[in-house]
């Protein structure tokens, strides 16, 4: 793989069309709503994601873009320190299994774009930190930037753009309306994603990802998980 190929890269992971699964997720926008939540307060739950789990993620998958590309000398990369930051900032068993999911569809495409480098090959060092739980999707995606030769700018903001349109998407399946009005959704809170993008950009070592909880959001994603009718799966 072509290491000039970072802007392709970023529009590629940005794509809902890419088949990782991503389609069958809600960012917990499904338990949000039937929670209560007002259908005129979706940007606002964009808005609070962005500032919590959108961030933490963000940062994630920055310092393991960091691992991949600037291993410890003589060393191959090591995602075990990052999938334990975030593993232990992210409470929700839930919503831990469904990142973990999602890993699952990156990897199989990071597998496909390149299997022989060191950042696909590492890959396994995530799960070996976590037993039991396969790597997690922000680890994953720091593991394809690297491949694809990305930015940290450019990976933080995949991760946080990719959030918000899942919920913009999931939106509009759950409370059917105007597609265009998702879109003025995710251009007005362009300055709050470029704020957060800033932010992870700047992180440099697991210890450092922040751990911006969002309790509520939690709870949602803990009762959803124990739902028999739903329409996505987290």
């Known amino acids: ?15 809902a069309r890419l088949p990782t699964g991503g389609h069958a997720h809600s960012a917990t926008l499904e338990a949000a709503l039937e929670a209560g939540l007002p259908e005129e307060r979706i940007p606002d739950y964009i808005r609070a994601r962005l500032a919590t789990v959108g961030r933490t993620e963000a940062a994630a998958a920055v310092v393991a873009l960091r691992a991949a590309r600037d291993p410890e000398p003589g060393a191959e990369p090591d995602y075990g320190p990052v999938q334990e930051a975030l593993a232990a900032r992210t409470p929700s068993r839930a919503l831990r299994e469904a990142s973990a999911t999602l890993g699952r569809g990156l990897a199989r495409l990071a597998r496909r774009v390149d299997a022989d ?3 696909v090959r590492a890959l396994p060092t995530a799960q070996a930190a976590t037993p039991g739980l396969r790597a997690l999707r922000p680890v994953v995606l720091g593991a394809l930037a690297a491949v694809f030769g990305m930015t940290a700018e450019q990976t933080a903001r995949a991760a946080l753009y990719e959030d ?7 939106a509009l399946k759950l409370r059917p309306g105007d597609p ?14 470029e704020e957060s993008v800033r932010a992870a950009a700047a992180t440099d070592v697991p210890h450092d990802i922040p751990a911006h909880s969002a309790p509520l959001i939690d709870r949602w994603a803990e009762a959803h998980a124990r739902e028999t009718r739903r329409l996505f799966v987290a």
Not at 164 to 170: D, E, I, L, P, R
Not at 180 to 193: C, E, F, K, M
């Open 180 to 193: 265009l009005t998702a879109v003025r959704w995710l251009l007005d809170l362009s300055p709050r994603i």
């Open 1 to 15: 793989m072509s290491t000039d190929t970072g802007a392709l890269g970023a529009l590629l992971l940005a794509d």
């Open 164 to 170: 918000a349109q899942t919920v913009t998407a999931a």
């Open 117 to 119: 480098h060191p950042a």
